[in-house]
């Protein structure tokens, strides 16, 4: 595996068979899906999904028993200011737990609001995002999420909150009528929000390390950086064209991004380009001869059924090439109209994606 652009793709289809650091855990044998987790600290977590599932981990998340609510709504975002403290927020609920996650209570809450998202800059503050009909839902609490306050905007559809402190916040989506992705920001406390049109269509998830350093995540491996605080934005290169629905940054250069097909990237150096090479965990593919000049094949080792996707990027990230092959097959690639230089060659199959560094002299 490599680093693309800065993120080092980790695993792209399956990633509990190619990478043995990652457990794969099934805490739900109902088969509800979870759409959000949060741990307190190291060993304690919780996580919320489909049909008001809600569970709990005390022994870093090796095993995980029910966390009792009262509804049967969806739960799609869960936090907690402290060891005791947490709200979930889904579907027409807002759900609350002063106990530790041992039981859950109902918070007054409009039935119409489907809440995507919610965030506490400290222990009485909170907000939550989400959509009703054709209406944007902002709402706010200052007493530790007992009550809530609600915003109306027309024509956005959000889906992920984050504030940096209590006043400053920030905000992502999409609009109704022409489904591009929409960026709002507040510096007072959510009375006012200025908002910015974003090419790229649908955003899912923003995230603030520091004051001024964020990121947003979307369709189409899209992620996007700012250092100023969100007055301007620059797209960085991912290597895969997934919907990323959700990142997480421990602090400004690390963090993760998580999507669909079990996309999950990692960076170190906050999505700089990079041409760091890490050794595969279970190397299938070879390319040779390389460098190469006018052809180069491809070659596996591994016994694969179906077809493999091969594409040729550039050290942005720009796609130039990409052609479809058997996996069982050698597979010879005409390089012959790419410049000199150093680029990346992405194997996309069934179980995985590799991605090697090619150079063209």
Same mark, same amino acid.
């Given at each position: 595996m490599k680093k693309i652009a800065g993120f080092q793709l980790l695993v792209f289809m399956f990633p509990f068979v190619a990478f043995p650091q990652w457990t794969r855990q099934n805490p739900l044998p109902q088969g509800n899906s979870l759409a959000s987790v949060f741990f307190i600290d190291a060993a304690r977590g919780f996580a919320v999904g489909d049909n008001g599932a809600s569970i709990m981990t005390s022994d870093w998340g090796s095993t995980w028993a029910d966390s009792p609510n009262t509804t049967s709504r969806a739960l799609t975002s869960v936090c907690f200011t402290d060891a005791n403290t947490g709200i979930a927020v889904g579907f027409g609920t807002i759900q609350k737990t002063v106990n530790g996650g041992a039981g859950w209570e109902p918070v007054p809450c409009? /039935?119409?609001?489907?809440?995507?998202?919610?965030?506490?800059?400290?222990?009485?503050?909170?907000?939550?995002?989400g959509v009703s009909g054709m209406n944007t839902i902002i709402i706010k609490t200052t007493d530790g999420g007992s009550t809530w306050n609600d915003i109306y905007w027309n024509g956005f559809a959000l889906y992920s909150v984050c504030f940096t402190?209590?006043?400053?916040g920030y905000a992502v989506g999409r609009t109704f009528e022409s489904g591009a992705g929409i960026f709002i920001k507040t510096t007072d406390g959510?009375?006012?929000?200025?908002?910015?049109?974003?090419? %790229? $269509?649908?955003?899912?998830?923003?995230?603030? $390390?520091?004051?001024?350093?964020?990121?947003?995540?979307?369709?189409?491996?899209?992620?996007?950086?700012?250092?100023?605080?969100?007055?301007?934005?620059?797209a960085l290169s991912t290597g895969t064209t997934a919907t990323l629905v959700s990142a997480f940054f421990t602090d400004v250069n690390t963090g993760y991004v998580t999507g669909d097909y079990g996309t999950i990237?990692?960076?170190?150096?906050?999505?700089?380009?990079?041409?760091?090479e890490i050794t595969p965990v279970k190397p299938g593919f070879i390319i040779y001869p390389n460098p190469a000049t006018t052809k180069v094949t491809v070659s596996n080792s591994r016994e694969l059924k179906g077809?493999?996707?091969?594409?040729?990027?550039?050290?942005?990230? %720009?796609?130039?090439?990409?052609?479809? /092959?058997?996996?069982?097959? $050698?597979?010879?690639?005409?390089?012959?109209?790419?410049s000199p230089g150093i680029y990346f060659l992405k194997i996309q199959t069934a179980i995985g994606v590799e991605v090697k560094k090619l150079v063209i002299r």
């Amino acid at each position: 595996m490599k680093k693309i652009a800065g993120f080092q793709l980790l695993v792209f289809m399956f990633p509990f068979v190619a990478f043995p650091q990652w457990t794969r855990q099934n805490p739900l044998p109902q088969g509800n899906s979870l759409a959000s987790v949060f741990f307190i600290d190291a060993a304690r977590g919780f996580a919320v999904g489909d049909n008001g599932a809600s569970i709990m981990t005390s022994d870093w998340g090796s095993t995980w028993a029910d966390s009792p609510n009262t509804t049967s709504r969806a739960l799609t975002s869960v936090c907690f200011t402290d060891a005791n403290t947490g709200i979930a927020v889904g579907f027409g609920t807002i759900q609350k737990t002063v106990n530790g996650g041992a039981g859950w209570e109902p918070v007054p809450c409009n /039935s119409g609001w489907n809440l995507y998202s919610v965030c506490f800059p400290n222990a009485n503050t909170g907000y939550a995002v989400g959509v009703s009909g054709m209406n944007t839902i902002i709402i706010k609490t200052t007493d530790g999420g007992s009550t809530w306050n609600d915003i109306y905007w027309n024509g956005f559809a959000l889906y992920s909150v984050c504030f940096t402190d209590v006043n400053t916040g920030y905000a992502v989506g999409r609009t109704f009528e022409s489904g591009a992705g929409i960026f709002i920001k507040t510096t007072d406390g959510g009375l006012s929000w200025n908002s910015s049109m974003i090419v %790229q $269509p649908y955003l899912y998830s923003i995230f603030f $390390p520091s004051a001024d350093t964020g990121y947003f995540t979307g369709e189409n491996g899209a992620v996007y950086k700012t250092t100023d605080a969100g007055s301007n934005w620059t797209a960085l290169s991912t290597g895969t064209t997934a919907t990323l629905v959700s990142a997480f940054f421990t602090d400004v250069n690390t963090g993760y991004v998580t999507g669909d097909y079990g996309t999950i990237l990692k960076t170190t150096n906050g999505g700089g380009v990079s041409i760091d090479e890490i050794t595969p965990v279970k190397p299938g593919f070879i390319i040779y001869p390389n460098p190469a000049t006018t052809k180069v094949t491809v070659s596996n080792s591994r016994e694969l059924k179906g077809d493999c996707w091969i594409s040729v990027f550039d050290l942005s990230g %720009q796609p130039l090439m990409e052609c479809r /092959s058997v996996s069982r097959k $050698p597979f010879e690639l005409d390089i012959s109209r790419l410049s000199p230089g150093i680029y990346f060659l992405k194997i996309q199959t069934a179980i995985g994606v590799e991605v090697k560094k090619l150079v063209i002299r």
